[in-house]
């Protein structure tokens, strides 16, 4: 799915795991999908760091840009 080398992975409070790219997407993966369940957009750079938060209803990320952002889950 990603286009470019994977910089971050973090496991969610609900098994599914998210991760963040030199693609500047953040990916969440559950089970055994083949596909994201969720894709998030908006970084203008690679991605650097991922950290859970609000118990895994959402997914931060910083990136090379110098932006952090949090992503709502669903």
Request: aromatic residues 8%.
């Given at each position: 799915?990603?286009?470019a080398?994977?910089?971050?992975?973090?496991?969610?409070a609900d098994g599914c795991l998210a991760s963040g790219s030199e693609d500047k997407r953040v990916a969440v993966w559950c089970g055994t999908e083949a596909?994201?369940?969720e894709v998030f957009d908006g970084h203008e750079g690679p991605v650097?760091?991922?950290v859970a938060v609000e118990g895994g209803?959402?997914?931060?990320?910083?990136?090379f840009d110098g932006s952090v952002?949090?992503?709502?889950r669903g």
């Open positions: 799915f990603h286009e080398a994977v910089g971050a992975v973090v496991t969610l596909r994201p369940v650097t760091a991922l209803r959402a997914v931060a990320s910083a990136s952002r949090v992503w709502m």
